[in-house]
């Protein structure tokens, strides 16, 4: 079908593309990806072989136009990103903003997103969450991006690089104090793994050599238990008052 098509790739095992993200990288009229040479190598273990147009942040402003005026003459152009859902952490969002205003059908072919698949083992509330994309790098504006989002009533999700777990996990302690701690490293990959705790304890317990891999941390909301709400006080003390009465 004409328009852009939002395809999702695996994000680690190859057996999670679906049977539509096939059809949609077979067909479409020009395929745009973040990486040519990642793109092959999903492409190729399908069986795909096509011609690859890169599409990533460097070279997303000067590629646009291009790629809308394929659109607005009627092809089918199909994103894909390095692993996922394209415009999560991810290239694609401006081209969508962009294709949606200039009226051209935007189509989805949903797939596999680190951060929701690290949720559904998290042991962590799912009724309600924060997905915070990745922290900055640098420790005091990650310490203020932190307690901005400590009021929020919601598991947080963040991606991290490994190598940055540590101050990560030091910062979550102080900013966010005793909260349940989920690190889900290598999601559907050979050494997935997933480590429970406080931001204190997984300190303690991961020390040393700095973990490799991909990882998602997950942080539980704040618990309300054992504190009162002006709300409760005011209810009580009107209780009270009437049984004084
Ligand atoms: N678009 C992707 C998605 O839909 O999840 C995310 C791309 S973002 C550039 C890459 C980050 O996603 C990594 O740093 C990590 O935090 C997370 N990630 C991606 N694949 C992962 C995996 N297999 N296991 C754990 N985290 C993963």
């Known amino acids: 079908a ?13 057996g999670d593309i679906s049977l ?13 990806c973040e990486d040519t ?4 190598k999903l492409l190729s273990h399908y069986g795909i072989s096509r011609d690859l147009r890169v599409y990533e942040e460097h070279s997303a402003e000067r590629i646009r136009p291009y790629v809308l005026e394929w659109l607005r003459a009627g092809e089918a152009v199909a994103l894909i990103s390095d692993a996922g859902t394209p415009l999560i952490s991810d290239p694609g969002y401006k081209l969508v903003r962009d294709a949606v205003e200039a009226g051209v059908p935007v189509h989805t072919v949903p797939g596999p997103v680190a951060a929701v698949a690290a949720l559904t083992v998290s042991g ?9 994309g990745f922290l900055p790098p640098r420790a005091a504006a990650r310490r203020q991006r932190l307690s901005e989002l400590a009021g929020v009533e919601a598991t947080l999700i963040f991606y991290e690089s490994a190598a940055r777990l540590m101050s990560v996990l030091r910062d979550i302690a102080d900013t966010l104090g005793e909260r349940k701690v989920t690190i889900v490293r290598e999601i559907t990959k ?5 480590y429970r705790g406080t931001a204190e304890a997984l300190l303690a317990e991961l020390e040393g050599p700095a973990l490799k891999g991909e990882i998602v941390v997950l ?5 309300t238990q ?7 006080i005011l209810q009580q003390l009107e209780q009270a ?5």
């Open 37 to 40: 040479r990642r793109a092959r």
């Open 124 to 132: 962590l509330p799912t009724d309600s969450f924060f997905f915070a």
């Open 241 to 245: 008052t009437r049984t004084m009465s």
């Open 190 to 194: 050979r050494f997935e793994t997933h």
């Open 2 to 14: 004409p328009g852009l098509h939002i395809v999702a790739t695996p994000i680690g095992n190859l």
């Open 219 to 223: 942080v539980e909301p704040p618990t």
């Open 226 to 232: 054992g504190e009162v709400s002006d709300e409760l």
């Open 20 to 32: 539509r993200a096939l059809a949609a990288l077979a067909s479409a009229d020009r395929l745009l």
